[in-house]
């Protein structure tokens, strides 16, 4: 791309011949923004320009001053004859449309400039925001994306979602988000058809969300006219109780006070109102909304049929979060998903219910905030209607009280006064010698565990602190202690840690800084319980400083040997 200079000595940079294309899909979205990364990836100071004609635009559209004449980045093209309507409004909505998203942003710290420049711009932006939310919506282009209305509404939820495309997550950014968050509110009320996931999510950041989103769904899912398949309360609804929904996301963490708000007066709901917010909080999201086996069966085939035209027009809309590899990865996760339940529904369906109350017991057995919030539902629906969730409830406690593989042991187990040794020890007992049994397996016991949700893949990457307590507490018999003769601190020299450590710290990783659990002079006392220990492999680590001279003096009072690891691995040190 190449700049211009127009004939007020302003540098211009060339647009995109796709902004005035007649047909604006996702595919022409695309190309915008390919052209975009093209004028602008090279030098993050042109994002001072795209965020001037951003304010253009929006005033423009409020008439708060004369139209933007064809000028800048964006603006260049319009006026052609082949866009339809009035063209400045045209202009105003594919711009918006392709601003709100993140996909132009390929320089070298762009996030960080779009982040600054929507900084400098944050209180003007907010003020124009809010002043589209109290004028009349109105259709400004017939051409908009596939799914969407071309609307003024569309345009000021495009603003908002600069809050999420443009900022980071560090404190200025969790800032503007969170001042952002306050006009969220407002925009899905007077613009009740926007069903945008992102903007909901810039909800989440509210200082008040309790109270915010509380009164929001409570007013939505009052109205005798409100449709429940309209807007983003699906998302909400999973992100509450749903099976993969984040213990970190606000909606799961404050899902049962958001509840308990929008259900404060339930006693003077109408039943159909009750029944809608249970199904988009509770029975959709826990997968317990089931029909005949001729319902099942057509949703599969309209599943299978979505994700098959999903995977046919392709993933580049301007809305996603994800790559299109990871949205075509999902979208053929879930159609695999969608033949296999019509096969199950085929030749099985008495099983189908049954699976579905268990997966869904499995889950509210771990998920404690989803629980608490499918319990407030359940206490507010009539009797009927609260049947099906007070049945998964009451498997979720029966799951609670099933005996599990490897229960907590109790701290007075405990006989060592150092957990470094104490884990060499099991290391040889339970992973070497496989004498200390049952072996730990810290996926075995995360899906046993049920006083909170351990996720292997979030939490694997730091120790894990229930398999750190069930380790230190465990009991070892006094007749196996006396098997152990020699003990080796795991540094991952050989290219793994193994044992313990690798139960703990799923993803441990030598190579990325991660080390052994330091031992300590309290080992020296320990001793006693090894009477037949000979040598200790691996006590130069870096992780032991300062060296546990204590321990050092009484192994060599022993006659108990101290080999480096490198020695032991390779004969040399």
């Given at each position: 791309m190449i700049g211009e200079t127009d004939k007020d000595n302003i540098v211009v940079l060339l647009t995109s011949k796709h902004l005035?294309?007649?047909?604006?899909?996702?595919?022409?979205?695309?190309?915008?923004?390919?052209?975009?990364?093209?004028?602008?990836?090279?030098?993050?100071?042109?994002?001072?320009?795209?965020?001037?004609?951003?304010?253009v635009n929006l005033r423009a559209v409020l008439g708060s001053e004369p139209a933007p004449r064809p000028r800048g980045l964006f603006n260049r093209l319009f006026g052609s004859s082949n866009v339809d309507g009035n063209?400045?409004?045209?202009?105003?909505?594919?711009?918006?449309?392709?601003?709100?998203?993140?996909?132009?942003?390929?320089?070298?710290?762009?996030?960080?400039?779009?982040?600054?420049?929507?900084?400098?711009?944050?209180?003007?932006?907010?003020?124009?925001?809010?002043?589209?939310?109290?004028?009349?919506d109105r259709v400004m282009t017939n051409t908009p994306l596939p799914g969407a209305k071309g609307t003024l509404g569309e345009v000021a939820g495009a603003a908002l979602l600069s809050y999420f495309h443009h900022t980071d997550f560090g404190p200025q950014g969790r800032r503007l988000r969170a001042e952002a968050a306050h006009l969220v509110p407002k925009l899905l009320r007077r613009f009740a058809y926007l069903d945008s996931n992102l903007i909901v999510s810039i909800l989440g950041d509210h200082p008040s969300l309790v109270d915010e989103a509380g009164?929001?769904?409570?007013?939505?899912?009052?109205?005798?006219?409100?449709?429940?398949?309209?807007?983003?309360?699906?998302?909400?609804?999973?992100?509450?109780?749903?099976?993969?929904?984040?213990?970190?996301?606000?909606?799961?963490?404050?899902?049962?006070?958001?509840?308990?708000?929008?259900?404060?007066?339930?006693?003077?709901w109408p039943r159909e109102n009750l029944s809608n917010l249970a199904r988009v909080f509770a029975f959709d999201p826990l997968d317990l909304t089931i029909g005949t086996a001729e319902e099942e069966a057509?949703?599969?085939?309209?599943g299978i049929a979505r994700e098959e035209a999903r995977i046919a027009e392709g993933f580049d809309g301007p809305d996603n979060s994800i790559s299109p590899q990871q949205a075509e990865q999902f979208s053929r996760e879930r159609l695999k998903a969608a033949k296999a339940r019509?096969?199950?529904?085929?030749?099985?369906?008495?099983?189908?219910?049954?699976?579905?109350?268990?997966?869904?017991?499995?889950?509210?057995?771990?998920?404690?905030?989803?629980?608490?919030?499918v319990e407030i539902i359940a206490r507010a629906l009539p009797v009927d209607l609260a049947a099906p969730l007070k049945e998964a409830l009451a498997k979720a406690d029966a799951i609670k009280m099933q005996p599990v593989a490897f229960p907590m042991p109790k701290a007075s187990d405990n006989r060592f006064k150092d957990i470094g040794l104490k884990f060499m020890v099991i290391d040889e007992l339970m992973y070497v010698q496989k004498?200390?049994?049952?072996?730990?397996?810290?996926?075995?016991?995360?899906?046993?565990?049920?006083?909170?949700?351990?996720?292997?893949?979030?939490?694997?990457?730091?120790?894990?602190?229930?398999?750190?307590?069930?380790?230190?507490n465990l009991a070892i018999p006094g007749e196996l202690l006396s098997h152990v003769e020699v003990l080796t601190q795991k540094s991952g020299l050989d290219g793994g840690g193994g044992g313990v450590i690798e139960q703990m710290v799923p993803?441990?990783?030598?190579?990325?800084?991660?080390?052994?659990?330091?031992?300590?002079?309290?080992?020296?006392?320990?001793?006693?319980?090894?009477?037949?220990?000979?040598?200790?492999?691996?006590?130069?680590?870096?992780?032991?400083?300062p060296k546990p001279r204590k321990l050092l003096q009484e192994l060599e009072k022993r006659g108990i040997n101290t080999i480096p690891e490198s020695l032991a691995i390779w004969g040399k040190d």
């Open positions: 005035v294309d007649s047909d604006f899909n996702s595919a022409t979205v695309q190309l915008i923004h390919a052209d975009w990364a093209k004028c602008i990836g090279r030098d993050v100071s042109d994002y001072e320009g795209m965020f001037q004609d951003h304010l063209s400045t409004d045209v202009s105003v909505y594919r711009f918006a449309i392709c601003f709100a998203s993140g996909k132009y942003l390929t320089g070298h710290g762009a996030r960080q400039a779009t982040q600054q420049q929507l900084n400098l711009i944050h209180a003007e932006h907010l003020k124009l925001i809010r002043a589209l939310l109290d004028v009349p009164s929001l769904i409570q007013d939505i899912f009052r109205d005798p006219g409100h449709d429940p398949e309209r807007g983003p309360y699906g998302w909400i609804g999973q992100n509450m109780t749903g099976f993969y929904a984040l213990r970190e996301d606000p909606f799961q963490k404050y899902g049962p006070k958001i509840m308990a708000h929008v259900l404060a007066d339930a006693a003077v057509q949703k599969a085939l309209d019509l096969k199950q529904i085929e030749t099985g369906f008495d099983s189908v219910r049954a699976e579905h109350f268990t997966a869904a017991a499995k889950h509210l057995a771990k998920a404690n905030g989803a629980r608490k919030t004498r200390l049994l049952p072996l730990f397996d810290i996926r075995q016991f995360a899906e046993e565990w049920t006083k909170r949700e351990i996720s292997i893949e979030d939490d694997g990457y730091d120790v894990i602190p229930e398999a750190m307590t069930y380790f230190k993803f441990w990783d030598p190579g990325g800084g991660d080390g052994p659990v330091p031992v300590t002079n309290k080992a020296a006392v320990d001793l006693d319980l090894l009477p037949n220990l000979t040598c200790i492999v691996g006590l130069e680590h870096e992780v032991n400083e």
